[in-house]
């Protein structure tokens, strides 16, 4: 079991690594974000960060106020509009994760988190969508 755990973890790096996406890390200067870094040391930080946050004691202690009321959400903008229950689902794990995140859904000055999001999103999908810079071997 030892052995196996210093393969996944502490050699992660000579065994694995991630799609580059030259347009989204270098062209676009989004590398230094956890989800498109590779493993190297930026990655290990930021997910040693995450670690204790994301854990499950912690999100049950923490979080647990936020989700019931976003699973309440949810389950009423079904029952209000059951077509759209999977763009509904989207809308409300996206409030939850902004709400988290930020602690609410809207800055001081009005600017509103789930807008900004939407607009990456955009961004990033535009980026993915596959250019010749990422099918270049580095």
Known sequence: ????????????????????????NELLGLGGYLTFNGHNSIFKAQRALLKQPLSAPVVKKDYRK????????????????????????NAVVGEAIIQITYGRL???KG????????????????GLEGYVVDLIPA
């Open 1 to 24: 079991m030892e052995a196996i755990a210093d393969l996944l973890e502490k050699k992660a790096f000579n065994f694995a690594d991630r799609q580059r996406f030259t347009m989204l």
């Open 66 to 89: 936020i989700l019931e009321v976003k699973s309440r959400e949810y389950l009423e903008r079904c029952f209000n509009r059951p077509d759209n229950f999977l763009s509904e689902g």
């Open 106 to 108: 809207k800055d001081d």
């Open 111 to 126: 600017t509103d988190y789930i807008r900004v999001n939407e607009h990456v999103e955009d961004i990033l999908i535009a």
